[in-house]
């Protein structure tokens, strides 16, 4: 997330909302099996460009164009910390790795 912050695309706090919203939604829409695991990179991406663009508006930010950058970067980046996070589990398991 750092390196999000340092395009100076939104200030911190604006960049704190879009990501606390955006994998909450991403997260009951996941958990509740409201669509296909498949389809939830795109709808996180999507819901951080409706976010962004909503906390823009809020935050009366001029540039709506960088706020759609960061709210499409926090969205790849939700969706990608989910599937990482799955694969990395999947594989750990996978592997017969355990703890001793």
Do not use: H, R
């Not at 508006?57 to 599937?83: M, R, S």
């Amino acid at each position: 997330m750092e390196w999000i912050q340092s395009l100076n695309l939104i200030d911190a706090v604006q960049l704190t909302i879009v990501a606390a919203l955006c994998s909450g939604i991403t997260q009951v829409i996941k958990t509740n099996n409201i669509l296909p695991s498949k389809y939830m990179p795109f709808v996180s991406m999507g819901l951080g460009v409706l976010i962004a663009v909503g906390v823009a508006l809020i935050y009366k930010d001029a540039n709506i164009g960088q706020a759609v950058l960061a709210g499409l970067l926090v969205g790849g980046f939700t969706a990608g910390l989910f599937t990482g996070v799955k694969d990395v589990k999947s594989d750990y398991k996978e592997s017969g790795v355990t703890n001793k």
